[in-house]
């Protein structure tokens, strides 16, 4: 399962990871958004680093990050977005950006 992430633990979580990490911004009443979550608790499941940001309870993260529209998957490398997606986004994709 991916690791729900908050402003509290975003930056050692994220930004201060040793491995490429995937934020996915979501929330609890978006249809799209729910489609994603299983691709996203698989790449948790199989080793990835995943963690999630529900918008309603981190608005702040998402202003921060310009997070106009959900599902929105950030990838950060060395503390840095380095990829955006909005809306789905295949596993294969996901997996790719992730190994880069």
Known sequence: ???VI????????VLKSDKPVLVDFWATWCGP?????P??????EEG?????????????LA???????IPTLLVFKGGKEVN???????KNTLKELLAE
């Open 48 to 60: 990835y680093a995943v963690g999630k940001v529900d918008v309603d309870q981190e608005p702040d």
């Open 39 to 44: 691709v996203i608790d698989e790449l948790a």
């Open 84 to 90: 955006r997606m909005v809306g789905l986004t295949p």
């Open 1 to 3: 399962m991916a690791k």
């Open 33 to 37: 958004c729910r489609r994603q979550a």
């Open 6 to 13: 908050t402003s509290q633990n975003f930056e050692a979580e």
């Open 63 to 69: 202003q921060q990050y310009q997070v106009m529209s």
